[in-house]
């Protein structure tokens, strides 16, 4: 069974500063790994994916997230951050096998204060 | 549209009443999700649809739940008799397939309120 855990349920931090989201999964196979973030009152975006290749990838909105397989996780990050990237952001993975369903963290809220 | 279309956008109804929610996925993905969030809480995975087919319904949570998906294209999402735990925003999602790496794509959700 694949499990993916959020480690913060909220993080504060001032506006320009950079942040980092935490992601740890667990998964008996090979995955796909992705960030999306939900704003208030809307549906979940994608930032950004994992897929295979290089462990690095970058999205959307100046997010980067950097796949770490020996310590199974696939945290979030941004180096300056926005009042605008204010928002709940959510962990999923999707085993490379099963039937596409997302399995999700718990979300984590950014909290951007100026 | 281009974007996966969810309605109504908020429903509240007494408890015990049945309700339909609709999902109008993205123009030629094959796949369609059901997903529910509780207050404050992650999704949790209901039921995945492959063309008409649902190959996957280990998430619905009683048999008060059931879905349906016509034409390869909308699919109706039903709440019998319905509890106040049934209370959450139900998010539909859709991919160009289920199977392999392709993301999945998310309406509004609709905001289900069970008085």
């Known amino acids: 069974a694949q499990s993916v855990t959020q480690l913060d349920s909220q993080v504060p931090v001032f506006e320009e500063a950079p942040v980092e989201l935490r992601c740890n999964y667990s998964?008996?196979?090979?995955?796909?790994l992705f960030w999306y973030v939900q704003y208030p009152n809307q549906g979940l975006q994608l930032l950004l994916k994992?897929?295979?290749?290089?462990?690095l990838v970058k999205g959307i909105n100046g997010f980067e997230a950097e796949f770490n397989k020996s310590q199974t996780s696939f945290h979030l990050r941004k180096p300056s951050v926005h009042i605008s990237d204010t928002a709940e952001y959510f962990c999923?993975?999707?085993?490379?096998?099963?039937?596409?369903?997302?399995?999700f963290g718990q979300g984590t809220t950014l909290q951007v204060k100026p | 549209g281009a974007g996966v279309s969810q309605s109504p956008s908020n429903k509240v109804t007494e408890k015990g009443k049945d309700v339909e929610l609709r999902c109008d996925p993205i123009s030629g993905h094959t796949a369609l999700y059901w997903y529910r969030q509780r207050l404050g809480q992650g999704l949790e995975f209901l039921i995945y649809f492959q063309g008409n087919s649902a190959p996957d319904k280990s998430g619905l949570p009683s048999d008060r739940f059931s879905a349906e998906r016509t034409g390869e294209s909308v699919s109706t999402l039903t709440i019998q008799r319905t509890q106040q735990e049934d209370s959450a925003v139900y998010l539909c999602?859709?991919?160009?397939?289920?199977?392999?790496?392709?993301?999945?794509?998310f309406g509004d959700g609709t905001r289900l309120s069970i008085l």
């Open positions: 999923a993975v999707k085993g490379s096998s099963n039937t596409g369903k997302l399995i």
């Open positions: 998964s008996s196979v090979s995955v796909y």
């Open positions: 999602a859709s991919s160009l397939a289920g199977i392999g790496n392709q993301p999945q794509h």
């Open positions: 994992y897929l295979s290749g290089s462990t």
